[in-house]
């Protein structure tokens, strides 16, 4: 049983060799654990101190990619080196890397197919901005409700994947991936859970993904409506569509009862055109999801022929 730790590094040069070396190396049911580091095009000498530090594989991307690009670098490395577990973690040590024994055990012992840390359960998060966990919280929320799970952590990277996982995923997007992973993971019936984990953010970091607020809402926002609506299309576009069929009866209704009263139709035209139109901008929406339901369907025998191929590029 192979374990691959991989740490996604953008100019982490100061803290990686610190977090490389607290990685456990000895740990119960797996008989080999290797450290994987994507460099992500650092300016930095981040790339060179990580295979001092002693990580086994090290990889560039040569240019800054992002953090969506460098996780799919990630996981192409990890099942080409033989992973049976990859585990992802921060290279700044802000999660401690003796979790990652207590992060890989529901897949030891086959009972997920991926573990995803939690920061929000009674290990709180400490010093964590006050705004990245109210947006953290809320995203979890709505998603979850969405998806009829609950979601504890929705963008955590400290996370745990089966071999089986990483050769199922699909990861489109290049800004980030745990939004993705997440909806993708939950859309192929594969089972994960939350596991609580102690995390420290240090005072004065800046994210390496979220450079305003303003900007990480919108690009998570197109992100995680993309990935819903190609999950779960009749529920995105005919959740809607029923509502506004619904409505644009309640209001026809409406005129029927108004008109039969006094038998004239012009003081009441509002409610027939508004009802009308309800109906009709409802009922497109229910076309496009019976449409989208037959593209999903597609793209699933799309996916698993991806899967097959990808099995047969990495067999071990």
Not at 75 to 85: C, S
Not at 106 to 129: G, Q, T, W, Y
Not at 168 to 196: C, F, S
């Given at each position: 049983?192979?374990?691959?730790?991989?740490?996604?590094?953008?100019?982490?040069?100061?803290?990686?060799?610190?977090?490389?070396?607290?990685?456990?190396?000895?740990?119960?049911?797996?008989?080999?654990?290797?450290?994987?580091?994507?460099?992500?095009?650092?300016?930095?000498?981040?790339?060179?101190?990580?295979?001092?530090?002693?990580?086994?594989?090290?990889?560039?991307?040569?240019?800054?990619?992002?953090?969506?690009?460098?996780?799919?670098?990630?996981v192409?490395?990890?099942l080409?080196?033989?992973?049976?577990?990859?585990?992802?973690?921060?290279?700044?040590?802000?999660?401690?890397?003796e979790?990652?024994?207590k992060?890989?055990?529901?897949?030891?012992?086959?009972?997920?197919?991926?573990?995803?840390?939690?920061?929000?359960?009674?290990?709180?998060?400490k010093?964590?901005?006050f705004?990245?966990?109210?947006?953290?919280?809320?995203?979890?929320?709505?998603?979850?409700?969405?998806?009829?799970?609950?979601?504890?952590?929705?963008?955590?990277g400290?996370?745990?994947?089966?071999?089986?996982?990483?050769l199922?995923?699909n990861?489109?997007?290049?800004?980030?991936?745990?939004?993705?992973?997440?909806?993708?993971?939950?859309?192929?019936?594969?089972?994960i859970?939350?596991?609580?984990?102690?995390?420290?953010?240090?005072?004065?970091?800046?994210?390496r993904v979220?450079?305003?607020?303003?900007?990480?809402v919108?690009?998570?926002?197109?992100?995680?409506?993309?990935?819903?609506?190609?999950?779960r299309?009749?529920?995105f576009?005919?959740?809607?569509?029923?509502?506004?069929?619904?409505?644009?009866?309640?209001?026809?209704?409406?005129?029927?009862?108004?008109?039969?009263?006094?038998l004239?139709?012009?003081?009441?035209?509002?409610?027939?055109?508004?009802g009308?139109?309800?109906?009709?901008?409802?009922?497109?929406?229910?076309?496009?999801?019976?449409?989208?339901?037959?593209?999903k369907?597609?793209?699933?025998?799309?996916?698993?022929l991806?899967?097959?191929?990808?099995?047969?590029?990495?067999?071990?």
């Amino acid at each position: 049983m192979r374990l691959i730790v991989n740490l996604p590094a953008y100019n982490e040069a100061e803290k990686i060799a610190e977090t490389i070396k607290r990685i456990p190396r000895q740990i119960e049911g797996i008989d080999e654990v290797l450290v994987q580091v994507i460099d992500d095009g650092s300016k930095d000498a981040t790339f060179t101190i990580a295979k001092e530090a002693g990580a086994e594989l090290v990889y560039t991307n040569g240019v800054n990619r992002g953090v969506g690009k460098t996780f799919r670098h990630a996981v192409e490395r990890a099942l080409e080196n033989g992973a049976d577990i990859m585990v992802n973690i921060d290279a700044d040590g802000q999660f401690d890397p003796e979790d990652i024994k207590k992060i890989i055990q529901p897949i030891l012992s086959h009972e997920v197919d991926m573990v995803s840390a939690d920061r929000f359960d009674h290990l709180a998060a400490k010093n964590i901005p006050f705004i990245k966990d109210v947006l953290n919280r809320l995203a979890a929320k709505l998603i979850g409700s969405f998806m009829n799970v609950k979601i504890k952590d929705l963008t955590c990277g400290f996370r745990a994947y089966s071999r089986e996982t990483l050769l199922r995923l699909n990861l489109p997007g290049d800004y980030t991936y745990t939004q993705e992973v997440i909806i993708d993971a939950l859309g192929k019936n594969l089972k994960i859970k939350w596991v609580p984990v102690a995390v420290t953010y240090y005072e004065g970091r800046k994210s390496r993904v979220v450079k305003t607020i303003w900007s990480y809402v919108n690009n998570s926002f197109r992100i995680i409506i993309r990935a819903i609506r190609d999950v779960r299309p009749m529920k995105f576009f005919g959740i809607p569509g029923l509502l506004l069929m619904l409505l644009g009866i309640a209001f026809f209704i409406t005129f029927l009862v108004f008109y039969s009263q006094d038998l004239k139709i012009s003081p009441y035209r509002n409610y027939l055109w508004f009802g009308g139109g309800s109906f009709f901008i409802g009922l497109q929406f229910f076309v496009f999801a019976l449409i989208a339901d037959m593209i999903k369907s597609s793209r699933r025998l799309t996916e698993d022929l991806m899967y097959q191929v990808k099995k047969d590029r990495y067999q071990k």
